[in-house]
C-alpha cells in the first residue's frame, strides 16, 4: 500500500479554512545550565540574535513577536513577558507571550504559526526562556502551587509525586521493567554528547547508573530526570512568500499543529495512558495528512523531562502501540542510527530543561535536523519528516508540531 | 546552524557564586497570603468530611456520580443534580514512595502517597491521599484500602480529616 506524501501546511486548516504555507528559517539557543550569570532579558537576546543571525534577517524583518516563559513564580517578576520583551525583540510590535506549562516549549511555535498562516503576518520571531535558578532554596517550592489548594495542597505534595504516580501506573499496567526505562535515559544523555549547548551528556552513563542513583519518589530515581536549568532558545517563522522573496534555502516547513489539554480534575483518569497528546496528535496528523504515523515519520523529539515520559509520548504520539515503547527502545529502533531516532537531540534528560527554552530540542532540532545542520547529532540515513511534541500542566496538556524537510 | 555556529551564548555560574556574593545579585521575599473561598461544591465536601463522611455529586445525563464533587459536569456540560455519598473505602490506582518533602528536601521515612478509586464513585473517580499500616514493599495496586479517620473534635474540614488509607482487613467489604 502507497503511503501518501507528508503535507507542507498548505491548505485547509483544522477549522476547515484556508492556511498559508509556514516555514521554520533559523533557530538559536543558549547554553543550558543550573545557574547562568545573565538575566532572562540578556538570556533572550542572545538567543533571539542568534536566531536572526542564522536566517540572516534582521529585526526590521520581524513583523510580531511571540515568547514563551513557564511560571511567573520562577523569576519571581510577574508579567516575565513584559519584563523580558526587549530581549525578545518585541517592543513597539504585535507581541503576545502565552504559557501552556511544560507544553510552552513546543506551543509557542504554534501561537508564532497562527499569525502567519492566517497572513496577519510575514515573518515572526519566536523566543522562549526560563530561569529557574533565581527561585531559592530550589524551584520545587514554587512548582508546588500548581496543585489544587483544596484537595492537594493540604497534603504538601512534591512535583515530582505526578511523575512517580503516572510512571508507576505506566509500569504496571504494561509490565514495564525499570531496566527499560532506564534505557531512555542513558540514550538521551548520550545523544546530548554532541550537542554543544548540553547541561548534562554523558558518554559513559549505563543503565546500572540509572538503577543505582539515588531514589526520589519511588519508582523515580536521581537519573531518571531532567534538571533544572536556565537557558533560551528562539526560531524565526516565515511565510512561504517571504521565503521565496527572500531566496532562503534553509527551512523547514510546519506541516501540521495540534494541541489539546484535559481536565485537573487528574485523580478522575487513568495516568497510563496520555488521551491529551493522542488528541494533539491527531489534529497535527489530519492537517499533514498523515494516516499512518509510523511510516510516514521518520524521527520524533517528544518531550523526555523524566525518561518514562519518552515511552509514553510516543505511545500518545501514535509512534508506538500502548505499551510497545519500552519494546521499540530495548530494540534499539529509538537510537540515533535506529529506524525511528527518538530524542536525536539528547532531549531534556541530556540536554536540560528550562522548561520553555526546551524550544532549542524540540522545534530547533527539527529545523536543524531537516536541513542538515545537526552537526554530530545528524541522523546517519536520510530523513523527510519529523514531530516535536510537549507536554505540561497538571499531566493534562500536550501539543504537536510536525515539520518537513 | 550547530554546524555553522562555534560560540554558544551563557556564562556558567556555581552555587557558591551566588550565595557568597562572588556575582553581583540582590534578593527579595514576597510575603503573599491567600484565603480562597472553597466554592459550592468543595464547601459540602469539607463539610461532610468533617462529619466522617465523603460525599460525591451525580449527573443524571452521563449517570456518572462524580467524586471530587462538582457543581456542573464537564462532561455533559450541564449542572449536576444531587448530592450522594461515596464509601470510604476504595482501591489503590497508583502510587509512589517519596523520600522527598515539599521542597525537594531528602525525608529518611518515606511518605506513602498515591490515588485511591473510592467505593460508590463512578470507575477510577477518587482522590490523592496517603497510606498506612503498611511498609513500602507491602503497598501495590490494586490493593483494597479503608480511610483512618481523625477524631471528631480534631476534624477541622480539610482532606486532612482522613489521616490516610489502611489496608481492608479481613471480614470488612
Given amino acids: 500500500m502507497a503511503v501518501r506524501p507528508v503535507g507542507d501546511g498548505r491548505g485547509r486548516g483544522p477549522g476547515g479554512g484556508t492556511v498559508r504555507k509556514v516555514g521554520v528559517i533559523g533557530a538559536g539557543m543558549t547554553l543550558f545550565r543550573r545557574r547562568l550569570q545573565e538575566t532572562p532579558k540578556e538570556l533572550c537576546y542572545e538567543a533571539a540574535r542568534m536566531a536572526l ?124 521493567r525499570k531496566e527499560d526505562i532506564a534505557l531512555v535515559a542513558v540514550k538521551n544523555k548520550r545523544n546530548a554528547v554532541e550537542h554543544p549547548c548540553a547541561q548534562l551528556a554523558d558518554p559513559n552513563i549505563t543503565v546500572d547508573d540509572v538503577l543505582r542513583s539515588e531514589v526520589m519518589a519511588w519508582p523515580v530515581q536521581r537519573l531518571d530526570i531532567s534538571p533544572p536549568s536556565d537557558g533560551a532558545a528562539a526560531v524565526v517563522l516565515a511565510s512561504e512568500d517571504f521565503i521565496r522573496r527572500r531566496k532562503i534555502r534553509d527551512r523547514a516547513w510546519i506541516s501540521g499543529v495540534g494541541w489539546a489539554i484535559d481536565s485537573t480534575m487528574w485523580t478522575d483518569r487513568d495516568l497510563y495512558f496520555p488521551e491529551y497528546v493522542a488528541r494533539a496528535a491527531k ?46 527502545t530495548r530494540e534499539g529502533v529509538t537510537q540515533r542510527d535506529g529506524k525511528l531516532p527518538v530524542c536525536p537531540s539528547g532531549g531534556l534528560l541530556g540536554v536540560g530543561n528550562p522548561i520553555a527554552a526546551t ?16 552537526g554530530g547529532r545528524q541522523i546517519p540515513h536520510e530523513v523527510h519528516t519529523g514531530v516535536s511534541q510537549a507536554w505540561g500542566d497538571l499531566m493534562q496538556y500536550g501539543c504537536v508540531v510536525v515539520m518537513k524537510a | 546552524m550547530t554546524v555553522r555556529n562555534t560560540k554558544w551564548p551563557g556564562v556558567e555560574l556555581s552555587a557558591a557564586d551566588l550565595h557568597e556574593g562572588k556575582v553581583t545579585s540582590t534578593r527579595f521575599r514576597p510575603d503573599a497570603k491567600y484565603a480562597w473561598s472553597a466554592g459550592e461544591a468543595m464547601s459540602r465536601f469539607l463539610e ?89 514493599d507491602d503497598i501495590h495496586i490494586g490493593m483494597r484500602v479503608k480511610a483512618v479517620w481523625k477524631a471528631p473534635e480534631d476534624r477541622r474540614g480539610s482532606v486532612l480529616d482522613i489521616e490516610y488509607f489502611r489496608p481492608v482487613r479481613e471480614g470488612e467489604s
Fill in chain 1, 283 to 328: 489534529m497535527a496528523y489530519k492537517m499533514a495528512k498523515i494516516d499512518a504515523p509510523r511510516r510516514q515519520i521518520d524521527f520524533a523529539e517528544p518531550y523526555d523531562p523524566f525518561d518514562y515520559k519518552e515511552l509514553h509520548h510516543l505511545e500518545g504520539l501514535l509512534l508506538a502501540d500502548k505499551g510497545e515503547a519500552p519494546i521499540l
Fill in chain 1, 53 to 176: 543571525d542564522s536566517a540572516g534577517l534582521d529585526l526590521a524583518d520581524v513583523n510580531m513577536v511571540v515568547s514563551g516563559s513557564a511560571p511567573d513564580a520562577f523569576d519571581g517578576v510577574h508579567m516575565k513577558g513584559e519584563y523580558f520583551l526587549d530581549g525578545c525583540g518585541g517592543y513597539r510590535k504585535p507581541y503576545t507571550r502565552v504559557y501552556t506549562g511544560g507544553g510552552t516549549g513546543v506551543f509557542s511555535t504554534i501561537a508564532g504559526w497562527w499569525h502567519v498562516a492566517s497572513g496577519l503576518a510575514d515573518v515572526v520571531l519566536v523566543v522562549n526562556e526560563e530561569k529557574m535558578s533565581s527561585c531559592q532554596p530550589h524551584p520545587q517550592s514554587v512548582f508546588a502551587n500548581i496543585w489544587d489548594p483544596i484537595l492537594d495542597r493540604p497534603l504538601k505534595p512534591n512535583l515530582v509525586w505526578i511523575f512517580a504516580m503516572e510512571m508507576n501506573r505506566y509500569m504496571t499496567v504494561h509490565k514495564v
Fill in chain 2, 48 to 136: 461532610e468530611l468533617q462529619a466522617g463522611r465523603l460525599i460525591g455529586r451525580t449527573c443524571g445525563k452521563c449517570e456518572r456520580i462524580l467524586f471530587p464533587p462538582r457543581m456542573f459536569c464537564e462532561e455533559c456540560f450541564r449542572p449536576t443534580d444531587e448530592w450522594t455519598y461515596v464509601r470510604d473505602t476504595g482501591t489503590i490506582e497508583t502510587f509512589s514512595v517519596s523520600y522527598l518533602d515539599k521542597d525537594a528536601k531528602r525525608i529518611t521515612e518515606p511518605i506513602l502517597v498515591g490515588v485511591v478509586s473510592l467505593d460508590g464513585a463512578s470507575p477510577k473517580m477518587g482522590m490523592m491521599h496517603y497510606f498506612g499500616e503498611m511498609t513500602k
Fill in chain 1, 359 to 374: 524550544l532549542g530540542m524540540k522545534i530547533g532540532e527539527l529545523f536543524w535536523q531537516l536541513t542538515g545542520q545537526a
